[in-house]
Structures are given as C-alpha cells and as structure tokens.
C-alpha cells in the first residue's frame, strides 16, 4: 500500500489536478473568443481533416502532407466526442496536465523533489503551454510523446529488457508520426545507451538491442511510408512538408515568409507545380534544391540567419507562426497574467536564458542521466534552427528548459555550501547576460498588424452565419487599409452570400484594378467569384471569361477548373472541357472529379469501356461518391456482372444504408 501511494505519485497527481484547473479556468474564458469553435490556418486544417476522417476518408489522394498521427488522433477524439468544440479542446487541455505531471515525474527522476516540485507548477501555469494546447495542433501531443520516451529511455540502463527497448522505439515512432524533428535526436539517443550500458554488454548484444529500438520505431512509421508509396509512387518516409518548411526557414527572404498569409501561401505553395514537380515527394525535394541554391549563392549570408534563428530561439518573445499568442490574451484574463511582456518576456524570457544555462551547467557535470535531457535539448534546438524557430515549434524543447530552470536554486545552494564562490558568480554573470540577451529590445508585441486581426474576425463571424457583422469589420478594413486585399476579397465573398451580388462585384472590380499590375492569387480569387456571379444571373459566356482569366492569372486554380467544365460541357465544347480536365490532371493527378468529368465524356462519345475505366478510378478515390458506385451498379448489373454490382451497392449501403434504389437492386441481385 505504502508503494501504491507514494508522496511522489500523490505530488503527480497534485500537479496534474493544479494544471487541469487552470487549463478548465483558460477553457472557460477562451469560450469568448471568436475561434474558438473557428480554427484558422493549420488549425483549420488539421480540423478538416479529422472530419473527413470521421467521414471515412481514411485514405488520402496523396501521400501525407503534414505528418499524420495528429490529425488521425484528433478524428478519433472527434468521433468519440462528436463535434463539440469544447469537449475538443477538453481532450487538448487533459494532454497538456498530464504533460505536467510527466514534467514532475521527469525532474523527480533526474532532481530532487523540490526542483521536480516546482518544474511542474511552473509547467502547470505556462502561459503558451495553454495558448497552444487551446488551438488544434499537434504540440501537446508531440510533448507528450517525447516526456514518456526520455522517461522511458531513463528506466533502460536500470533493467536494459527487450520490452523497454521496444518500447522506446514505438515512442520515437509516435513522436516521428506527429512531427520527425525527434529523428535528430535518435542518434544521440542511441549513442547516450551505448555509452550507458557499454560495460554490461558486448557489442553484439548491445546491437541487437539497439536495432530493436530503430525497428520498433520504423514499424511505427511504415505505415505512413507505405501510404505514401501506394498513393503517390514515390518514397515519402512520413510526410512531405519538409522542403517548403527547409525553404521557409532558410531563403534570403526568411523573414517574409515566416509570416506569409493566406492568400500569398497559395500562390507559394504551387510554384513546384508550375515547374513540373507534380508529386509530392517532387514538390518537397524542389522547395530543398531551391534552398539550397540559395545557400551556396550566399553562404554566409546563410550563416547570418542561422545566427539569428539561434537567438530568436532564446529570445523572450513568443514569434507567431499563424495565430498570433499575445493576441488571445483579449479573451482570457487569465492568459493576460500568465504570457505577457513588460520589459521581460514571462514565461519565455525568464524560462528560455535560465533554461539554457542549466542545460550548460548539467552538461558540465556530465551525470549520466541528466546527459540526456541536455542531448534531447540540443537536438531539438538544431532540428528547428535548421528550419522555423517560431514559439510553435520550441515548444517542445520548453519543458527541458522549464526543468534545467527549475534546478538551478539546488545548484547555487550546492555550491553555496561547498563555499565555491567563484562558479557561483560566473553563472549569476551568465544568468544576467543571458536575461539581457533574451529580453533587450523591450516588448515586441503582437505582430500581427490590425487589419489582418480584423479581417480574422469577420472570418469568423461569416462562418458563424453572421454576415452583417463580417460585413461591417470588412468594411473597416477596407475603409482603413484600402490596398489590403484579402480583406477586400472577404467583403465581396460575404456581401455574395447575403444576395448583395452588385456590391459583391463592386469590390471585385476594385480588387481588379488595385491588383492590375502583378495581379495574383487575390485576383483569381476574385475572378472566379465574379465567374460564380455571372453563372447566377445566367450569363454562362461571361463567366467562362472570368474562369479562364483567373486560369491565365494561376493556371493551377482547381476550383475555376472544376467549374469551367460542367459549362463548357453544356455548351457542347467538348474539345475545350477535355483540355481543361487535362491541366487539371497535370496539377493534381489524383483529382476524383476530373476522372468523373472524363468518364462523362468517354460514355457520351461512345467509348464504353474507357469510361467505365474513368469511373473506377473516380470511386476509388472519393470514397463518399456514391452516386459513380451506383452507375457502377447499374451498369455491371446490366452487364451480367452480379458480383461486381453487389460489391458497389455494399460500398453504397456502408454509407448509405437508407439509399431507397441501392436497397432495391441489392434485393434483386441476391446473393
């Protein structure tokens, strides 16, 4: 009894009850905030996905875009909970208390009691932890897999078993699903155990137990990899977001894209398909090659920013990548006195310097298990430094830091009583440098301008179905910031949505002329909404115009594709829509409605086996089409091929089982 319950577990248990209230405070008071149940950006993202996997797409066109387990845990959480905001963000804030007591058991593992103590109420309370476990994104989990494999990678040399090996494995895998920056520190991992159980095994049996580790951890993996291969036909481990985000963090103009938006990023993000780089895989290794080009053009221009990430790393500010944190603090009192900058930067500003010099003191003392926590550190500053040092991705670097802070008092007083004056005054020099260093400059503030934060907002009131209120805050932006676009693009959207169709145009033509020397992705945006316009008043040949301007303007815009088809289509322009379908297919190879557009096509001319063919392929790739399994139906029932029918109908009735004709002929067909 006495070992169940440990002062040790009832302080774990303390910890992880301190910060789910403070995160159920957060939680409350986040509830004001207009995305709260309106993620944007990543968030957005990773929120579609997960209901398209709740909707069965558990498949997607292509290999992985981001990597993958966060989005699938959240359509699991998602399918569990239903689609409750709150109960969401509940299954975010659990993550991150637990993460605070994983933070204590980690510090009583490598510290004594009060400094594990106090990591995890510093932990409990950090302001960013909450900003971030409030939104949909992956960092919560990324920490917590990360805590149980250093726990886990700490527990081996006392009982070196094949289970703890497997283990640590599978989480490296885990932790490499949500985001691979945990790969860089495999090796040192690796090595760390090496050196660690060196005189209790020979070489041969350390190997095999080393490579249990790298194979656990690859059969977590495969199954991303294999995804991959089997969508895409190429060799993408987990995900092939690593070229643009290389690029991102390392171009001449790193700063600028650090925070491109929306609309830029669409034009961006479509560059390798312009240049022929059509899969995945091709896109990822373009945006590295380009890179790299700019790295040899200007190697120490290179070395310059790669100095700078490092200190932006350390410095106090929390740099936004998407969402911008001090914004949030307008919704939460208590956000506003946990993450704030007066001067110093609290939490990053103090934890962040401290943090580094405990990191450097441990690594002096070159204690074995504390070795570790500095090598995790380490390798998680060089993955992101190599690529985005935003607050997003250090985040899980900050528990490290949160712990070697929290140790540095027992430290000092150790020192203190070995009357060791002079290392004590060096690291309170250090510590007084390495503050100045992480806060100078005073506060830097939100860095997200005032138009954009407004144009959010009417984001968010328009998906809440409120159009006079995104209207009115479009319209202040416009009215301030008249060369702002994207909010121009926005007020016209909703202005469309509220039937007010010839002030919706108003704006588009303005967004035209304002844009009319380099027009971009803004402009094609608003040449397809005039398109949409002209097709609701009936004016199909303008609307063909406007949908091949915004083609000429951005030749991979999916959506004037996909549009300009069925028109052309109804005007007998056959030759025209097939062209179209085409530059569709050279862009996105795997797109289910162009194969359906074709087979249309192909059966109309004749050429039956050839649109069967097309229809086939349509289905296989949009798993919710049901109304191309029942042609399929139809047309294998007809054809005497009952086997083949009766296996569309049942995909058919898997999703739909009240389908009244699918019900009917499945009757027929028997079997």
Request: charged share 20%; glycine share 6%; proline share 6%.
């Amino acid at each position: 009894m006495k070992k169940i319950f440990s002062l040790d577990l009832i302080l774990s248990v303390a910890v992880f009850a301190l910060a789910l209230l403070v995160r159920w405070i957060y939680l409350i008071q986040f509830q004001k905030s207009p995305f709260f149940d309106t993620p944007i950006i990543d968030a957005q993202t990773y929120l579609q996905l997960a209901q398209n996997l709740v909707q069965g797409f558990w498949i997607q066109e292509e290999a992985f875009w981001q990597p993958p387990l966060y989005p699938y845990w959240l359509g699991v959480v998602l399918w569990l909970t239903g689609p409750s905001p709150l109960r969401l963000h509940l299954a975010h804030f659990l993550v991150g208390a637990l993460n605070c007591a994983l933070i204590y058991r980690l510090g009583r593992r490598l510290f004594s009691r009060p400094a594990a103590l106090a990591a995890g109420i510093i932990a409990a309370g950090y302001g960013t932890f909450l900003f971030f476990e409030g939104d949909y994104l992956p960092v919560p989990l990324i920490i917590l897999f990360n805590l149980a494999l250093l726990l886990i990678l700490l527990r081996i040399p006392d009982h070196p078993s094949f289970f703890r090996f497997g283990a640590a494995g599978v989480l490296f895998g885990l932790s490499a699903l949500t985001r691979p920056d945990i790969l860089v520190f495999l090796p040192a991992a690796a090595l760390w155990l090496a050196w660690r159980l060196r005189p209790a095994f020979a070489l041969r049996p350390l190997a095999v137990r080393l490579g249990l580790l790298v194979a656990a951890g690859l059969l977590i993996i495969s199954p991303a990899t294999i995804h991959n291969a089997f969508t895409s036909r190429e060799f993408v481990l987990i995900s092939s977001n690593g070229g643009i985000n290389f690029y991102i963090g390392n171009n001449r103009d790193a700063d600028a894209f650090m925070q491109i938006r929306p609309y830029a990023w669409d034009n961006f993000v479509i560059q390798p398909l312009l240049a022929g780089a059509v899969r995945p895989g091709e896109r990822s290794d373009w945006f590295y090659r380009r890179a790299v080009a700019d790295l040899k053009q200007d190697p120490w221009a290179w070395l310059w920013r790669l100095g700078r990430k490092t200190c932006r790393f350390f410095r106090g500010h929390e740099y936004l990548r998407n969402q911008d944190p001090y914004l949030a603090r307008n919704y939460s009192s208590l956000l506003s006195s946990l993450l704030w900058e007066h001067g110093l930067a609290w939490p990053y500003g103090i934890i962040g310097p401290l943090g580094l010099l405990g990191l450097i003191l441990l690594g002096r003392e070159r204690r074995p298990d504390r070795v570790l926590l500095v090598l995790y550190a380490g390798a998680q500053v060089v993955a992101i430094i190599l690529f985005m040092a935003a607050a997003r991705y250090r985040m899980p670097t900050v528990p490290a830091l949160i712990l070697a802070a929290s140790w540095l008092p027992a430290w000092a007083e150790e020192k203190w009583r070995q009357k060791k004056r002079f290392p004590l005054l060096l690291a309170a020099l250090a510590a007084v440098g390495l503050l100045l260093a992480g806060n100078l400059g005073g506060s830097e503030g939100p860095e997200m301008g005032i138009a954009e934060q407004l144009m959010w907002q009417g984001y968010a009131a328009k998906t809440h179905g409120n159009l006079a209120e995104a209207e009115r805050l479009f319209r202040k932006v416009t009215k301030e910031f008249p060369d702002f676009l994207p909010a121009r693009l926005d007020l016209a959207s909703a202005l469309a949505e509220a039937g007010q169709g010839e002030d919706s145009r108003e704006q588009l033509n303005k967004i035209l002329e304002l844009d009319s020397a380099h027009p971009g992705m803004v402009s094609a945006k608003a040449r397809i909404l005039l398109a949409k316009l002209d097709q609701g008043r009936g004016d199909s040949e303008s609307a063909i115009r406007h949908y091949r301007a915004a083609l000429a303007i951005f030749p991979a815009a999916e959506e004037a594709m996909l549009r300009l088809t069925p028109l052309l289509l109804d005007e007998d322009r056959t030759a025209e829509a097939e062209a179209v379908i085409q530059q569709c297919l050279r862009y996105y190879p795997n797109q289910p409605w162009a194969f359906r557009s074709l087979a249309a096509i192909r059966w109309n001319q004749g050429r039956r086996e050839e649109a069967i063919s097309f229809y086939q392929r349509a289905a296989k790739l949009n798993h919710l089409d049901q109304e191309t399994r029942l042609f399929l139906a139809r047309y294998y029932a007809s054809s005497g091929n009952r086997r083949l029918a009766r296996r569309y109908l049942d995909q058919v009735l898997r999703h739909d089982p009240q389908n009244f004709e699918a019900r009917q002929l499945r009757a027929l067909l028997g079997g």
